[in-house]
């Protein structure tokens, strides 16, 4: 089992940053992908960031060049860096990670930035 707790989300106003952190605990030595995903009203849940252990970590083209995915493997926590924030990244943004082939989701943190 493994235990996801995001924090760092509020309200921004639009060209502002904000720094998402996600703890994680439990059995972690078993990660092996950790991602940042999103869900803006009325729409579907997507990838924003994804962490693999070993590869270059990958983004969806909405956020290249704006948004960093980071991790601190001493306190087992991921980030998410964004930059040059826009009203469409209003959304509450899950972190989530794969783990000897089961998926965790944490419980969301919601990121309004306003125009």
């Known amino acids: 089992q493994v235990r996801l707790v995001e924090s760092g989300g509020g309200l921004v106003q639009a060209g502002g940053s904000l720094r998402l952190s996600c703890a994680a605990s439990g059995s972690i030595f078993r990660i092996n992908a950790m991602d940042w995903y999103r869900q803006a009203p009325g729409k579907e849940r997507e990838l924003v960031a994804r962490?693999?252990?070993?590869?270059?970590?990958n983004y969806t083209d909405s956020v290249k060049g704006r948004f960093t995915i980071s991790r601190d493997n001493a306190k087992n926590t991921v980030f998410l860096q964004m930059n040059s924030l826009k009203p469409e990244d209003t959304a509450v943004y899950y972190c989530?990670?794969?783990?000897?082939?089961?998926?965790?989701w944490g419980q969301g943190t919601l990121v309004v930035v306003s125009s």
């Open positions: 989530r990670c794969t783990a000897a082939g089961n998926i965790y």
């Open positions: 962490f693999i252990s070993g590869d270059s970590p």
